[in-house]
C-alpha cells in the first residue's frame, strides 16, 4: 500500500484560514458510496438527509488552550506544545527550540509559569508545572490556541470559540473535533425536532493528528496513541438504533474510530476507556458505523486513508477531485462531506 496512492493535487487558495461567519454556512458533499454518486448541498441541508431514528454520535472533547511560549534559563527561545496532560501538575509536550533542553532545565513560560523538564519520551518532553495552578488552570490562563499548522497565522481572539464545537465539554484535546464545528445551536435543535437521536463519546486528539506519514508502505505506520471513552448511555442509545432500523452516524473521524476501538469482534459496542491506536485503511471492516461526516483531509494523511476506507478508495479520489474543481474549502475551517459508508 504506497504512500503515494493517497496523494491529490490542492490549490493553496483553498485552505481555509477563517471560518466562515456562520458554522452551517459550509458546503456539504453528500457522497452515496453504494450508489457511487455525491452531490453539491449545504451544511444547513443535513436534516434532509437524516430519517427519525437515526442516531448521531459526537464527540464532546473540549480543545484546550495548549501552546505556550517561553525561554530557557539560558535565554534561548522555546515553543511548547501540550500532547497530553497526565496529572494536573505534569504534561507530556512537543518542544521546538534551537537545542533541546535537557533533563532537570527548566523553563518559564508565557512569562508566568515555571516548568521543569523531567525526561524524554520518544519525541516528546515529561514536563512538571509549577503547583501553584493545575496544568490546566495554568493553560487557560496563559496557553494559546493550537491552530493546525497549515493555518499559518497567529491565533485570534475569535479563533477561541469558533475551533471549538458547540458542545465540547470534555477538557483534553490539543486538535479539535474539525466535523463537529459546522454545528450550531439551531441546527442541532431541528435535528432533535425530527426525531434524530443523539449521542457522545471522548477521544482526546493529540498533536500527533498532524503528524505525516514518513513511511513508503503506509501499512508501517504506527499510529500515536489517544485516550478514549464511551458511555454505557452511549452503547445503549447505539443498540436501540440498531433494534429500530436507524443509522449510526459518527461525526468526525475521531467519533468513528473511538467507537470502532471499543466494539468486539462480533459487533457489539463496549462501554468503558482505553487508549486507541488504531489505524483504518482500505480493506479494513467497519462493524458498527454505517455514515460518516468529516471535513477534508490532508494528502498522505491517516485521515485520508480512513475516509478511502469508508467510502471505496476509486470514488473517493473522485469526489476529492470535483470537490477541487469546485473549489470547495479545505482542512479545519473548511467544509464537509457526508459519507455513506461502501458496503463489502
Known amino acids: 500500500m504506497d504512500i503515494r496512492e493517497f496523494d491529490y493535487f490542492l490549490p493553496e487558495a483553498l485552505i481555509a484560514r477563517h471560518p466562515l461567519p456562520e458554522r452551517s454556512a459550509s458546503r456539504l458533499l453528500h457522497v452515496d458510496a453504494a450508489a457511487g454518486t455525491w452531490r453539491d448541498l449545504v451544511f444547513a441541508d443535513l436534516p434532509q438527509l437524516m430519517r427519525p431514528g437515526d442516531l448521531m454520535v459526537f464527540n464532546d472533547s473540549r480543545v484546550i488552550k495548549a501552546r505556550l511560549k517561553g525561554e530557557k534559563a539560558s535565554g534561548g527561545k522555546v515553543e511548547v506544545l501540550v500532547e497530553r496532560v497526565t496529572g494536573e501538575h505534569e504534561a507530556l509536550v512537543q518542544i521546538r527550540a534551537s537545542h533541546k533542553p535537557k533533563p532537570g532545565s527548566r523553563l518559564r513560560l508565557a512569562e508566568a509559569i515555571e516548568a521543569e523538564v523531567l525526561g524524554r519520551e520518544g519525541e ?3 514536563l512538571r508545572f509549577d503547583p501553584a495552578h493545575t496544568v490546566l488552570e495554568w493553560l487557560e490562563r496563559h496557553g494559546e490556541v493550537p491552530l493546525p499548522p497549515y493555518i499559518d497565522r497567529p491565533a485570534e481572539a475569535a479563533d477561541a470559540e469558533r475551533y471549538q464545537t458547540v458542545y465540547a ?17 439551531t441546527l442541532l435543535k431541528r435535528l432533535r425536532a425530527q426525531g434524530v437521536a443523539m449521542a457522545r463519546v471522548t477521544l482526546h486528539v493529540g498533536a500527533g493528528t498532524f503528524q505525516p506519514v ?12 489517544e485516550w478514549y471513552a464511551v458511555p454505557a448511555e452511549t452503547v445503549a442509545a447505539i443498540e436501540a438504533a440498531r433494534a429500530r432500523g436507524g443509522r449510526i452516524l459518527a461525526v468526525g473521524t475521531t467519533s468513528l474510530r473511538t467507537l470502532e476501538s471499543a466494539t468486539t469482534a462480533d459487533g457489539r459496542v463496549q462501554a468503558g476507556s482505553g487508549e486507541t491506536t488504531l489505524f483504518i ?14 471535513n477534508f483531509h490532508l494528502p498522505r494523511s491517516t485521515l485520508l486513508m480512513l475516509v478511502y476506507a469508508f467510502g471505496g478508495v476509486a470514488l473517493m479520489r473522485r469526489a476529492y477531485a470535483h470537490a477541487v474543481d469546485s473549489r470547495y474549502r479545505f482542512f479545519s475551517y473548511g467544509d464537509a462531506m457526508l459519507i455513506e459508508r461502501a458496503i463489502a
Open 214 to 225: 514518513r513511511v513508503q508502505d503506509v501499512r508501517a505506520h504506527r499510529m500515536h496513541s
Open 281 to 294: 485503511t482500505p480493506g479494513y471492516r467497519f462493524r458498527v458505523v454505517d455514515r460518516l461526516i468529516t
Open 169 to 185: 465539554r470534555v477538557p483534553g484535546s490539543v486538535a479539535a473535533p474539525t466535523a463537529g464545528l459546522h454545528f450550531d445551536a
Open 124 to 126: 516528546f518532553f515529561r
